[in-house]
């Protein structure tokens, strides 16, 4: 409770984790730009302008549309299982009635990546959710009320308020409150600013070539008029990219002297690169992913990009479906929970798993029916979904048998059965019977008659 004015007012719950609380009706506008050196930028233009702004956002939105999601029922007692007839796993494989999944879910995770922050809009038949419509974060106002509550007001044409209970906010961490999101965008005021002055540097060197690199001198007192005509007969023989290397003739006792500075002077072509690096930095991404390599190595490259979804999308995808559990999946009720597919990219690539998958049949761990979809076989039927193994591997002490295992009145260590199928199959090849066969070896190893009996069983067994 806040005293004020002789009058109690309640404190919101969200304004505890606010750096300067807002009471009662608090309004909590968009940020929606940054200051460059010479203008304001929106996010959005930023996006636009900023080649490796777009190329990183478009990474990361791409990697996460890739992924198909999809429920799971986890109070099934078997454990999880997947969920394709509820109605929480319909609105799931169609997000949106106005846009594919696939640009769907693009579109969100670009729209977090630039301002922080993105709203769906519940749509609604009989009151269950059937989808979602997606809402700007740069038009929508937050109103908040005492109790907590909010609404959310976009400020189109005309605009319109909806109740909490209608939107999916995701908004991702700022470090002033609860209530926006903060774009990534933030952190990268300086270098965003200084890949623009650099930029159109560049674009003014081209425009201007000549000039303000060159500096021409004469003894004359040439006046305005004298001035303006010497800049623009240089100009037309030196001005502009379709002039670069021309024969300039100079008149009136000109001279012109170079004032170009070298690249390495004005350190022009480091601190683009870094820039580059400093946004890979704060998006969290290998500059390998967006194929930067100039610390790539052949050792590390192949890690870089395995860190891609382990550990730079990782957080993000969790982000994302919390937020879905929490705001959406509550409303279905039962265990259910959306998960993004992520097994397929974490696995290694084709010759890592066709090794990997190949030790787990041969072990007897893995059936033929559960490798074949790691590679996009189909069934194979019956004969491959049992647990096969090789047959050369014994229990653990039957080939080097124990001293309990050796006769104690012979000394004599008892072959194992598979060691007497061998000798009665070339015996029964020579023309003797298998009773024949068994008594001839029985004479030989009188001590192995259990082994014996043992190989003449699946001899018959085969037969059969």
Known sequence: M???????????????????????????????????????????????????????????????????????????????????????????????????SHSFWQWVAATIEIFGETYLIKIREGGRVVGFAPMHPAQVKIRRIDDGTVSYQFLGQPNQEFHQDDIVPFRSFDPFGTMRGMSRLEPLRSTLMSEDSARRATASWWRNMGRPSMVLQTEKKLGPDGRQRVQDAFRAVAGGSSNAGGIIVLEDDLKATSMQLSAEEMQYIESRKLNREEVCAVYDLPPAAVHIHDHSTYSNVTEMMRSVYRDSMAPRIGFIESVLD????????????????VAEVLRGDFEARAEAMASLVQAGIAKPSEARPFFDLCDAGPIADQLYANSAIQPLGSTKPTTAQIEPSTNVV??????????????????KSIQEAAAALLDKHPTDRDSIREACEQIIERQL
């Open 326 to 341: 929490w705001y959406v999946g509550a409303d279905f009720g039962g265990d259910l929970k959306a998960q993004f597919a």
């Open 414 to 431: 008892p072959f194992p059965a598979k060691k007497y199928v061998r000798d009665i199959g070339g015996l029964i090849g020579r023309g």
């Open 2 to 100: 806040i005293l004020s004015n002789g009058t109690q007012r309640v404190l919101a719950p969200q304004a505890f984790a606010e750096l300067s609380p807002q009471f009662y009706n608090s309004y909590f506008t968009p940020r929606t730009g940054l200051d460059l050196e010479t203008t304001f930028a929106t996010y959005a233009e930023l996006y636009r302008r900023q080649p490796w702004v777009n190329t990183v956002v478009n990474k990361i939105s791409n990697l996460i549309a890739r992924l198909g999601l999809q429920v799971w029922d986890m109070s099934s007692p078997t454990g999880k299982m997947m969920d394709t007839t509820s109605p929480y796993a319909k609105l799931i494989a169609k997000p949106s009635p106005y846009m594919d």
